[in-house]
T-cell receptor, first 114, second 112 residues
Framework: GENVEQHPSTLSVQEGDSAVIKCTYS??????FPWYKQELGKGPQLIID?????GEKKDQRIAVTLNKTAKHFSLHITETQPEDSAVYFC?????????????FGTGTRLQVFP | DVKVTQSSRYLVKRTGEKVFLECVQD?????MFWYRQDPGLGLRLIYF???????EKGDIPEGYSVSREKKERFSLILESASTNQTSMYLC???????????FGPGTRLTVL
C-alpha cells in the first residue's frame, strides 16, 4: 500500500526566512496531495493541495511543488511569521480513483522565532 | 462552516474499561474517519465509514470497533482499553466526491 515519508521532523527558522518541508510517496497511482496545518489544541486544517496533473500551486506565501517522476512533493512557506508555527502534515491519496482516504506523513513541527 | 465536534477533549480511563469516543458533524457528509495521532507516527487511520451502518477497517483497527447508526454520528469504541491505546484521537469528515477532510479538535485519551 501507499507509504508517505516526511522530512524534517522539526524545523526552526527566523521570522522572515523561508521554510521547506519535503515528502515522498510510494504509490505511483496516487494523484492528490494535500497539506494540513495543525495548530496547538486544534485538529489539522487543509492549507493547500495539488493534483498530479499540475507541477506547482501557489497561494499567497505558501506553495506546493510536485515531481511525479521522483514521487516527491514539497511545501514552501516564504516570509515566515510566528503564526506559521504549527505541525504540518503532508498526505497522499492511495490510488488514482479514491481521494477520500488519505495516507499521512509523520508531521513536521515548524517553529518560527521572532 | 463545517463543524465537527468530539464528545471530550480529555479522557482518563483505566485498563480494561470500555471506552466510547463520539464524533458528530453537521454538514450531512457521507464519509467519516477515525485517526489516532502519536508523536513521530503522524495520523494513522483506524476505521472509516462511507454511509450509515457501513464501516471499513483502516490501517490499525486492532483493539477498536466503530458504530454509525446515524449519518451525523460516528463512534469509536475501545472494547477493553489498554495502556498502548493512550493517544490523541481525531475524527474527520468529507463530502462525497470532495477533497478536503474536516477534523474535530481531538480527544486526548489516557489509559492508566
Amino acid at each position: 500500500g501507499e507509504n508517505v515519508e516526511q522530512h524534517p521532523s522539526t524545523l526552526s527558522v527566523q521570522e522572515g526566512d523561508s521554510a521547506v518541508i519535503k515528502c515522498t510517496y510510494s504509490d505511483s497511482a496516487s494523484n492528490y496531495f494535500p497539506w494540513y496545518k495543525q495548530e496547538l489544541g486544534k485538529g489539522p486544517q487543509l492549507i493547500i493541495d495539488i493534483r498530479s496533473n499540475v507541477g506547482e500551486k501557489k497561494d499567497q506565501r505558501i506553495a506546493v511543488t510536485l515531481n511525479k517522476t521522483a514521487k516527491h512533493f514539497s511545501l514552501h512557506i516564504t516570509e515566515t511569521q510566528p503564526e506559521d508555527s504549527a505541525v504540518y502534515f503532508c498526505a497522499a491519496s492511495p490510488g488514482a480513483y479514491n481521494t477520500d482516504k488519505l495516507i499521512f506523513g509523520t508531521g513536521t513541527r515548524l517553529q518560527v522565532f521572532p | 462552516d463545517v463543524k465537527v465536534t468530539q464528545s471530550s477533549r480529555y479522557l482518563v480511563k483505566r485498563t480494561g474499561e470500555k471506552v466510547f469516543l463520539e464524533c458528530v458533524q453537521d454538514m450531512d457528509h457521507e464519509n467519516m474517519f477515525w485517526y489516532r495521532q502519536d508523536p513521530g507516527l503522524g495520523l494513522r487511520l483506524i476505521y472509516f465509514s462511507y454511509d450509515v451502518k457501513m464501516k471499513e477497517k483502516g490501517d490499525i483497527p486492532e483493539g477498536y470497533s466503530v458504530s454509525r447508526e446515524k449519518k451525523e454520528r460516528f463512534s469509536l469504541i475501545l472494547e477493553s482499553a489498554s495502556t498502548n491505546q493512550t493517544s490523541m484521537y481525531l475524527c474527520a469528515t468529507i463530502g462525497q466526491g470532495r477533497n478536503e477532510q474536516f477534523f474535530g479538535p481531538g480527544t486526548r485519551l489516557t489509559v492508566l
